[in-house]
Antibody, heavy 121, light 108 residues
Framework: EVQVVESGGGLVQPGGSLRLSCAATGFIFDAYVMHWVRQAPGKGLEWVSSISWDSGTIAYADSVKGRFTISRDNARNSLYLQMNSLRPEDTALYYC??????????????WGQGTVVTVSS | EIVLTQSPGTLSLSPGERATLSCRASQSVSSRYLAWYQQKPGRSPRLLIYGASTRATGIPGRFTGSGSGTDFTLTVSRLEPEDFAVYYCQQYGSSEFTFGPGTKVDIK
């Protein structure tokens, strides 16, 4: 079964750090662009970051640029999001998602169940 | 950054009725790189439409996407009970990927 499973969420104080992981199974991980998308409680979807199959192309939303770092380990079929200098407005459900083809400009066809990040003192 | 606006914010309809959802972009979306997603409460988003008009795998024919440039539409020809949800459009034609704020389709 093709799936991605997020982990690593939790409660962290403002200014703290957290590292999210996304484990991919059922597909050739290193053939796909991967993404992080978040959803604050009761709000809509917000794209966070994307990384190409070879980590050669990376993009961030302005809201996280300079604080978050996306990375991947193709040998471990895993995607990561290192989140530093966390703010209360980063509180959200964080989804890992796969592009539906190997190209950068593709919609997201596989989504995980998400991992909750709460930033609060 | 391309900003997406969706209208209406909420659409109240009855099962069997036709739903027409709009997504407008602040600038032209290149190569029709526009997708639609459905999200039900407590669930992850599901890809419905990509390339503005191509249905994703397993999506019923009652879902139709259309449009180009800055104006796009998602039509659900006859609403089934399971179609009541929030729908998001997304552009993926630039180096950044942006979502619209969503349209909630609820039962009248």
């Amino acid at each position: 079964e093709v799936q991605v499973v997020e982990s690593g969420g939790g409660l962290v104080q403002p200014g703290g750090s957290l590292r999210l992981s996304c484990a991919a199974t059922g597909f050739i991980f290193d053939a796909y662009v991967m993404h992080w998308v978040r959803q604050a409680p009761g709000k809509g979807l917000e794209w966070v970051s994307s990384i190409s199959w070879d980590s050669g192309t990376i993009a961030y939303a302005d809201s996280v640029k300079g604080r978050f770092t996306i990375s991947r380990d193709n040998a471990r079929n895993s995607l990561y999001l290192q989140m530093n200098s966390l703010r209360p407005e980063d509180t959200a459900l964080y989804y890992c998602a796969r592009a539906y083809t190997s190209g950068w400009n593709c919609a997201f066809d596989i989504w995980g169940q998400g991992t909750v990040v709460t930033v609060s003192s | 950054e391309i900003v997406l606006t969706q209208s209406p914010g909420t659409l109240s309809l009855s099962p069997g009725e036709r739903a027409t959802l709009s997504c407008r972009a602040s600038q032209s979306v290149s190569s029709r790189y526009l997708a639609w997603y459905q999200q039900k409460p407590g669930r992850s988003p599901r890809l419905l439409i990509y390339g503005a008009s191509t249905r994703a795998t397993g999506i019923p024919g009652r879902f139709t996407g259309s449009g180009s440039g800055t104006d796009f539409t998602l039509t659900v020809s006859r609403l089934e009970p399971e179609d009541f949800a929030v729908y998001y459009c997304q552009q993926y034609g630039s180096s950044e990927f942006t979502f619209g704020p969503g349209t909630k389709v609820d039962i009248k």
